[in-house]
């Protein structure tokens, strides 16, 4: 079965970094645009960053712009978010996503979630 794995979450003061990586399984990784979201409490689950399946576009949520960088390797089956000059309001929940339309935009069709992993940030 397809399963999406995420690591790399923890606690980091205001102005650090943190990489996240999602390891996939039981798809064919290069056909799926992948994505990043996120959900903080009592917020909705908002699109951070996506990919395409080859990796030549990129999208991004324009408060990280500048900040967070997504990137894939397809021979490792995993999916990474560079994460920096972290800020409060980027806590959250951060969950990947496998968008079948290969796009990786923020309106995608995605099909397989992680079970996300949790970034705080500290003032």
């Known amino acids: 079965q397809v399963q999406l794995v995420e690591s790399g979450g923890g606690l980091v003061q205001a102005g650090g970094s943190l990489r996240l990586s999602c390891a996939a399984s039981?798809?064919?990784?290069?056909?799926?645009?992948m994505g990043w979201f996120r959900q903080a409490p009592g917020k909705e689950r908002e699109f951070v960053a996506g990919?395409?399946?080859?990796?030549?576009?990129?999208y991004y949520l324009d408060s990280v712009k500048g900040r967070f960088t997504i990137s894939r390797d397809n021979a490792k089956n995993t999916v990474y978010l560079q994460a920096n000059n972290l800020k409060p309001e980027d806590a959250a929940v951060y969950y990947c996503?496998?968008?079948?339309?290969?796009?990786?935009?923020?309106?995608?069709?995605?099909?397989?979630w992680g079970h996300g992993t949790q970034v705080t940030v500290s003032s």
């Open positions: 996503a496998a968008d079948a339309t290969g796009r990786g935009t923020g309106t995608g069709f995605f099909r397989y």
């Open positions: 039981g798809l064919t990784f290069s056909a799926y645009g």
């Open positions: 990919i395409s399946r080859r990796g030549g576009y990129t």
